[in-house]
Structure formats: C-alpha cells, structure tokens
C-alpha cells in the first residue's frame, strides 16, 4: 500500500468471527492487488476507503463519547437541555469533526464512520416525554419540533452525512402519552433509533438481590416487546448508575425471569468521560462510561469541557479510517490494542 503501511496479521477466521468471506477477501486483494474480474469489482468498493494516513491520522484506540441526556425542556438545569441547546451540541459535534453510531455498533466494534471523522453516541434516559412527544393535526400524527426527537429528525434532514441515530432508555411510561407508545416505538425502529432497558421501575440495583435485578430488567423487556414484538432490547443503562454489588454484577449482563432470558451487549454508567475505543485491550462493555451531555453542573467534565480537552490533545480522541474491516492505529499504540480480536485488519504506520 502507498502509504507504507505495515500488516501486522490478518487472520481469516471469518466463520467465527461473522465477518463474510467477501469482506475478508476483499481487503485481502486490497493488499495484494490482485487482478481478477472479481477483485476489481471489489478494489472499486474499497477505493473509498483508501486514505492517505500521515495526513487524516487515524487512532481508532482513541476515545469515544457516549453522551448522556435526560430532558428537552424550556429552562435549561442539571438534567435539562433546552431545545436550542440541544440544537447547539449537534451543530457543535457536526463542525467538530464529529459523526453517531449506534451504542451497538460501539459496544461490538463495528464502526463505519467516515475517515477522518470521530464516532459519537447519542443516549437519553427515563423516556420522558419531552424526548418524544406528537400531537394530531387533522387525523394526522405530527412531531413536536421541540422535543427530542422532533429536533433530531430535523438535523438528519438538514445534515444527511452526520448519521443521526440515538438510543432511547425506557421504564414503565414510555414518552408519557399511552395512546401513542405503539406509534412511537415503531417510528424509532423505523428510523434508525434504537430502545434500550433502563428497569420497568428505575431500580437501583446497587441495592437490589439478583431476583430483583433480573426481574426489573426483563419486565421492561417485556413492556417493549408488546410493541415492538422482534426487537432485541439488548442494551442497559443502570439507574442512577447503581451497579450491582460483588458477583452480582454478572445479572446486569445476562440473566432472565418468567421464561424470558437476555444477553446485553452494552451495560451503560452514569457520566464523567469519553470511554475506550471497543478495540483497547481494557474496554469494558458492560462498563462504558459516559459523557454528561450539558454546561449546567457538570464539574469540568461536561461535553464541551470534553471538546476542549479532545481541541487540546489533552484527550486522545478516535478517529475513524473509513473501513470498518480494519483497526488503523499509530505504532505507539500497539501495546493497548486487545490482540484477541481475529476478525479485523491491523493496521499500524
Ligand atoms: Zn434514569
């Protein structure tokens, strides 16, 4: 490759790992320019993502923000971002380089953004309504354009490349207009959002048994599954960010009650730091931390005391290559990377 960058191993276990033959093969004849009919079709896939890595940089062993919201309302305060506040942090994110993914595509690695660009996480806990509200005009469902959704979809119209997607954290009253749950879910699943578990009744599970702790998570699954039958809820985050004690923890993870069982592939912390890249050899997905996403109390770890720091090279920030199928790292970096991961490209310059 021009750019002199070194292979450190590829392996092709793409049976275990998921990854399809045809991702494998490609970046395989990527490198070895290969000729065939085949290959060039694949060389003309992969061309976007050839990048010259002296001048964008890539660190995908950097630092990812997930960002924690509570409610859209009038009057900012600690757990409260205004509409044009809200407005504020996604054009802020947008001229800073950064892009979202889906807590998913964190949590297992798959990251696609765009190179040169950062990958941000989007949540909000409680579903309050402010987080999603509607009301009818002449039959038909409208959007508030102040509630959170409202102000995401009009961002996704204005900025297509920035990818918007959130996750939503749901309890027992979903966004608080019952009529319109089945309406709401639906929409979410439909546009690119996804729902996560935050416990039927907000448990503390800090101070909650194991029976306890499996019962609040599944019975939330259970309310989401009324309306969204198939969907996987297979994210947390903790209430009050209260982790179960000792051995415990492992029911944050996995466990079930009434004949339902789940597998979370992300358990969430309340916040004070971007968290690490899914490819550092100590991350964690059943501990991400995340970033309160306000400028009301934060303590100098807000998101824009964080987009300072990340400004600064205070704080060593992701920054994607554009290929999902490769870990693109400076050489200085090697010893954190977790060298278990077999189904990615190492790619160190
Ligand atoms: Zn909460």
Redesign the pocket.
């Known amino acids: 490759m021009k750019n002199k960058a070194i292979i450190i191993f590829i392996l092709l276990t793409f049976v275990l790992s998921g990854c399809s033959k045809s991702d494998v093969s490609k970046s395989e004849v990527d490198l070895k320019s290969s000729d065939s009919a085949q290959s060039s079709e694949i060389k003309k896939e992969s061309s976007d993502v050839k990048i010259d890595y002296n001048k964008v940089k890539p660190n995908e062993l950097g630092k990812i923000m997930v960002l924690m919201y509570?409610n859209i309302g009038q009057e900012e305060s600690t757990w409260v971002r205004t509409p044009d506040n809200f407005r504020k942090d996604l054009n802020t994110l947008y001229e800073k380089k950064y892009r979202t993914i889906s807590l998913n595509d964190y949590a297992s690695g798959n990251i696609n953004t765009e190179a040169g660009f950062t990958p941000v996480v989007i949540t909000f806990?409680?579903g309050n309504e402010n987080n999603f509200r509607v009301f009818e005009e002449n039959g038909d469902i409208k959007i508030d354009p102040n509630c959170a959704i409202g102000i995401l979809e009009e961002f996704k119209k204005s900025h297509p490349d920035f990818d918007t997607t959130a996750t939503f954290?749901l309890?027992s009253n979903i966004f608080n207009q019952p009529e319109y749950v089945d309406y709401k879910l639906n929409f979410l699943l439909e546009n690119g959002y996804d729902i996560g578990n935050?416990t039927l009744y907000?448990t503390d599970l800090s101070k909650s048994d194991k029976d306890t702790i499996q019962k609040a998570i599944v019975q939330e699954i259970e309310v989401i599954n009324k309306y969204v039958k198939d969907y996987s809820v297979n994210t947390l985050?903790l209430?009050?960010g209260g982790k179960p004690q000792g051995d415990d923890y492992i029911y944050a993870i996995k466990g079930g009650y009434d004949s339902i069982s789940y597998n979370n592939n992300a358990v969430l912390l309340v916040g004070w730091d971007p968290y690490k890249s899914p490819y550092h050899k100590n991350f964690d997905f059943s501990k991400i931390h995340r970033v309160r996403a306000s400028e009301t109390n934060v303590d100098n770890v807000g998101l824009y005391d964080w987009l300072n720091k990340f400004d600064e090279n205070k704080q060593i920030r992701y920054i994607s290559d554009g290929d999902s199928n490769t870990i693109c790292i400076p050489n200085n970096y090697e010893d954190v990377l977790n060298k278990d991961i077999k189904d990615k490209i190492i790619v160190t310059y």
């Open positions: 509570h806990d409680d954290f309890n935050h907000h985050a209430p009050f």
